[in-house]
């Protein structure tokens, strides 16, 4: 049963570090996306790649945030400097342009 | 644009009663539609989609949905709910080569 895999599942950090969050997604899915949850917000778009292209990163605050794909098999999202207002969980998805599988997230917290 | 409107934001409902979740879209072009549940502290599974053919769509844990083109509507619905339905329900939209735009949410409650 293939799953969209994230790393790590909880990230406590004092604000100002460097936070790497890690998604592997399902093998052979051509498109990754990044989304941020909040209960204010709710689901946000950070991001997404297809064929490891950037496709829109529009979402993103882009003085902090930065979101690459290495190879096929990785994509990550980077937090730096992390602030408390980056406090939330975030989720991989794989899938295709219709269809999205969502891994079981990273829950930050910045304190 | 395409939107998501999900009407309700809570439903409470007892336990072997059944259940509409409201979910209204709007575009301008055709769309797929899908349904995701989220139980706490997870992330977002498939429950079911519409892709094309008929309206009618069946899904895993019982839940079906039926796509209403003239009303822009997939609402879902189950005959008969259990403690265990309990979660967060989206609805989402897709016009075709576009990441999904979501709604807010539904949080349904079961109450025994």
């Known amino acids: 049963d293939a799953r969209v895999t994230q790393t790590p599942r909880h990230k406590v950090t004092e604000m100002g570090q460097e936070v790497t969050m890690r998604c592997q997604p399902i093998?052979?899915?051509?498109?990754v996306f990044w989304y941020r949850q909040t209960m204010m917000q709710g689901l946000e778009l950070l991001a997404y790649f297809r064929n490891r292209a950037p496709l829109d990163d529009s979402g993103m605050p882009k003085d902090r945030f930065s979101a690459e794909m290495p190879d096929a098999t990785l994509a990550t999202l980077k937090i730096q400097p992390s602030e408390p207002r980056d406090s939330a969980v975030y989720f991989c998805?794989?899938?295709?342009?219709?269809?999205?599988?969502f891994g079981p997230g990273t829950r930050l917290t910045v304190t | 644009a395409q939107s998501v409107t999900q009407l309700d934001s809570q439903v409470p409902v007892f336990e072997e009663a059944p259940v509409e979740l409201r979910c209204n879209y709007s575009s301008s072009v055709s769309v797929y539609l899908f349904w995701y549940v989220q139980y706490p502290n997870q992330g977002l599974q498939l429950l079911l989609k519409?892709?094309?053919?008929?309206?009618l769509v069946k899904g895993i844990n019982g839940f079906e949905a039926e796509f209403n083109k003239s009303q822009t509507s997939f609402h879902l619905r189950k005959p008969s709910v259990h403690i265990s339905d309990t979660a967060e329900y989206f609805c989402?939209?897709?016009?075709?080569?576009?990441?999904?735009?979501f709604g807010k949410g539904t949080r349904l409650s079961v109450i025994a």
């Open positions: 093998l052979g899915h051509n498109t």
């Open positions: 519409y892709l094309s053919g008929s309206t």
């Open positions: 998805a794989s899938g295709f342009s219709y269809e999205q599988y």
């Open positions: 989402a939209v897709n016009p075709g080569n576009t990441p999904l735009v």
